[in-house]
T-cell receptor, first 115, second 115 residues
Framework: GENVEQHPSTLSVQEGDSAVIKCTYSDSASNYFPWYKQELGKRPQLIIDIRSNVGEKKDQRIAVTLNKTAKHFSLHITETQPEDSAVYFCAVKGDSGAGSYQLTFGKGTKLSVIP | DGGITQSPKYLFRKEGQNVTLSCEQNLNHDAMYWYRQDPGQGLRLIYYSQIVNDFQKGDIAEGYSVSREKKESFPLTVTSAQKNPTAFYLC??????????????FGQGTRLTVV
């Protein structure tokens, strides 16, 4: 099955700095890569996603880059704000078999933005 | 707020008892999922269902059971066979696995504690 590694597990940045979280995956047939944000005590919510035919996608201060050859993708948050503090999860969905029906999640990164 | 509701928010169970967690969605989604979230472990898939009267085991199905008698509902039973049931349980739904690369919407979660 799919194996997703997420790094780092914790990340502290000063307000205004950038944050980068990286995920690697094992199944080269995977074709969908969403990122979820989970604030303390709340449900995970999709913040951005990318499909395998695209190398980069931006949405205001958030961007995701995908390197299919190396099988890794990254979340970039610029000009971080205290409200960006949360746990971020990457996920991967395959393109065949059982993996095409489910998301496999990384273990999460706890981001703390220091005012 | 997302159209997917889990109840109760907090649940306490005595050892040896079965307990059922509720998940209801009014989004007309075909696919529904149950995840377990433990600190530092990310989200792990317990069961998923693509359509009414059909469901499949995920990565950690042992000690759990589900049913999908209605499109809107996907209850999860934590049985006495589950060795370590204390965790945060998240239900999710998405339009359809056939429309593969679409957002999964999460419920607000149920925190189960065995006492």
């Amino acid at each position: 099955g799919e194996n997703v590694e997420q790094h780092p597990s914790t990340l502290s940045v000063q307000e205004g700095d950038s944050a980068v979280i990286k995920c690697t995956y094992s199944d080269s047939a995977s074709n969908y890569f969403p990122w979820y944000k989970q604030e303390l005590g709340k449900r995970p919510q999709l913040i951005i996603d990318i499909r395998s035919n695209v190398g980069e996608k931006k949405d205001q201060r958030i961007a995701v880059t995908l390197n299919k050859t190396a099988k890794h993708f990254s979340l970039h948050i610029t000009e971080t704000q205290p409200e960006d503090s949360a746990v971020y999860f990457c996920a991967v969905k395959g393109d065949s078999g059982a993996g095409s029906y489910q998301l496999t999640f990384g273990k999460g990164t706890k981001l703390s933005v220091i005012p | 707020d997302g159209g997917i509701t889990q109840s109760p928010k907090y649940l306490f169970r005595k050892e040896g008892q079965n307990v059922t967690l509720s998940c209801e969605q009014n989004l007309n989604h075909d696919a529904m999922y149950w995840y377990r979230q433990d600190p530092g472990q990310g989200l792990r898939l317990i069961y998923y269902s693509q359509i009414v009267n059909d469901f499949q085991k995920g990565d950690i199905a042992e000690g759990y059971s589900v049913s999908r008698e209605k499109k809107e509902s996907f209850p999860l039973t934590v049985t006495s066979a589950q060795k370590n049931p204390t965790a945060f349980y998240l239900c999710a739904s998405k339009i359809s696995p056939a429309k593969r690369n679409t957002e999964a919407f999460f419920g607000q979660g149920t925190r189960l504690t065995v006492v």
